[in-house]
């Protein structure tokens, strides 16, 4: 199974660099022809889809794995047709190359897509309606993929985060190592879930799906978070606890929870992001891990690496 890897040098995409490798032969491509510092790859650029389509020509990949996006929620609002062209015009373009070349694509699409005013977990047949140019860009790109034709995945996932890269975990950190008091919003309500769950259950669907005809049944949209659920304010007292009990931070700082309208930022942001995996769980025969699992072992390898750095070795 020959992968063709989009989107290399980000937090999901470097995980994938992992789990993706035991499949066969795997061609890593980034935006700037780098990845992490270590060395050189191909180069893909989202907003360029005529050089993204002779790329895939090129490779003639099995599988395309689309870990790149335009992720910038606040300033979607600003440059709404730059998130149009990354996140929806450039799938359409990679599902047309796919679709020529016989290729098929794993794709990442966001809990943006919802309006986030429900109580029940979202399904994947439940109607999209997004709140700003962030999710109707990611709500395109979906759709737009499923119009090429190409036979492809599309994983909603949610509140990602690693022990690298930028996302919400990291920034407590950084921010409970400078200041005693932080004030977390706790009205908006998702499943926390690492990288590094995304990349191996993303794995697995491959493996699963090895010689699988074109009118297999599994093609299809799926949820992928982790189980559970809490909200920001929830997972902030938590990692930071575990943060403590790992000794990579020297005392718990106070946090205060606050409302969204009294933390407000250019784009909404859904307050319910809770998705239903029931359906990813059933057909593929999974399991997903509570947050609180993958939490930890990002804290641990957080706190291994600071005690690495601080070896005099």
């Known amino acids: 199974m020959k992968i063709l890897l989009l989107g290399a040098d980000g937090q999901v995409g470097f995980e994938l660099q992992r789990s993706l490798a035991v499949l066969g032969p795997l061609k890593l491509a ?13 180069t893909a650029d989202l907003g360029d889809p005529d050089a993204l389509q002779a790329l895939i020509r090129a490779e003639a990949p099995d599988w395309i794995v689309n870990a790149a996006a335009y992720t910038a929620v606040d300033q979607a609002e600003v440059e709404p047709a730059l998130a149009q062209r990354i996140n929806a015009e450039a799938l359409a373009a990679i599902g047309a190359a796919a679709r020529a070349t016989r290729a098929r694509v794993l794709h990442f699409s966001s809990d943006y897509v919802f309006a986030g005013n429900a109580t029940v977990p979202w399904r994947e047949t439940d109607p999209t309606a997004p709140l700003g140019a962030y999710g109707r860009s990611k709500c395109a790109g979906e759709q737009a993929l499923r119009d090429s034709g190409a036979e492809h995945l599309i994983l909603r996932t949610a509140w990602v985060f690693a022990a690298r890269g930028h996302n919400f975990l990291r920034t407590m950190l950084r921010l409970a190592d400078t200041l005693d008091r932080i004030s977390v919003v706790d009205d908006q309500i998702g499943s926390p879930t690492t990288a590094a769950l995304i990349a191996d259950i993303s794995a697995h669907l ?8 074109a009118d297999d049944p599994r093609f299809g949209t799926y949820h992928l978070t982790a189980s559970g659920q809490t909200s920001w304010h929830g997972f902030a007292r938590a990692l930071l606890q575990s943060a403590v009990d790992a000794k990579l931070l020297r005392a718990l700082p106070e946090l205060v929870a606050i409302a969204s309208a009294d933390y407000p930022t250019r784009a909404a942001r859904p307050a319910w992001s ?3 995996t029931h359906k990813l769980q059933n057909t593929f025969a999974l399991h997903l891990p509570h947050w609180q699992e993958g939490m930890t072992t990002v804290i641990r390898q957080l706190a291994d ?3 690495r750095d601080a070896s005099p070795d």
Do not use: N
Not at 30 to 42: E, P, V
Not at 206 to 213: T, V
């Open 206 to 213: 491959l493996a699963q799906l090895r010689g699988a005809p």
């Open 305 to 307: 690496a600071a005690a």
């Open 274 to 276: 809770v998705l239903d």
């Open 30 to 42: 980034t935006r700037s022809g780098t990845r992490f510092g270590d060395g050189d790859c191909l």
